[in-house]
C-alpha cells in the first residue's frame, strides 16, 4: 500500500512541478517581449522631452509680467509650437522695430540651441486702457518663423530691428 501512495504522490509533485515549470517559463517569455512595457517609457520620454522645450522656450523668451515681455503661454500643435507673447511697446508707432529688437536675439538663440524646433507661430498682444480705465491685452501681431527661414537669413547683416521682415505670415491687427 506504501508503493501505490508513494508513487501517488510522485505523480502529484512531478505534475505540480511540470506546472510550477509552465508558469515560470511563460513569465520569462512575456518579460522578453514586453512591448507594452518598452511603450509607456517612450511616451513618458516624448512627453518629457516636449516639457523640456516647453521650459526651454520659457526660459529664452522670459515670462510676462505686469511691466515685462515674455511669455503668457505655450501650446503645442503637432510639430508647431504656437506662443502666445506679451509686448510692451515704448511707442506703439515703431511697434515693428521694437518687437524685432526684443525677440530677434530671443529667435536666434532658440534656434542656434534647440535643433529639432521646427515652426514657431508666435500670437503678439500689447496692452490697451479700456474705457473703465483699466490696462488689458489685446492681439496686436501675429506671425509665423520657420527653421528654413532661420537658416537661409543672413543674420550677421539683418537688424534686429528689421526681424520681422523676414518672418512669413505677419499679420497686423486693426
Not at 511691466?67 to 502666445?84: H, N, S
Amino acid at each position: 500500500m506504501k508503493t501505490q501512495s508513494t508513487r501517488h504522490l510522485w505523480k502529484l509533485g512531478l505534475g505540480l512541478a511540470v506546472i510550477a515549470l509552465a508558469g515560470l517559463l511563460m513569465a520569462c517569455k512575456s518579460k522578453k517581449a514586453g512591448p507594452m512595457e518598452k511603450a509607456a517609457p517612450a511616451a513618458e520620454m516624448q512627453t518629457a522631452g516636449a516639457s523640456e522645450q516647453m521650459a526651454g522656450l520659457r526660459s529664452i523668451l522670459g515670462e510676462a509680467k505686469e511691466d515685462y515681455p515674455g511669455v503668457q503661454d505655450i501650446e503645442q500643435e503637432g510639430q508647431d509650437v504656437l506662443i502666445y507673447y506679451r509686448f510692451i511697446p515704448k511707442d506703439t508707432n515703431a511697434l515693428q522695430e521694437e518687437l524685432g529688437e526684443d525677440l530677434g536675439p530671443k529667435i536666434r538663440k532658440i534656434y542656434g540651441t534647440d535643433k529639432a524646433l521646427n515652426v514657431l507661430r508666435f500670437d503678439v498682444s500689447i496692452p490697451f486702457t479700456e474705457e473703465t480705465g483699466t490696462t488689458g491685452f489685446k492681439r496686436q501681431l501675429s506671425f509665423t518663423m520657420t527653421r528654413k527661414i532661420f537658416d537661409e537669413t543672413d543674420w550677421s547683416g539683418l537688424l534686429d530691428r528689421d526681424f520681422l521682415k523676414v518672418v512669413q505670415d505677419l499679420k497686423a491687427e486693426g
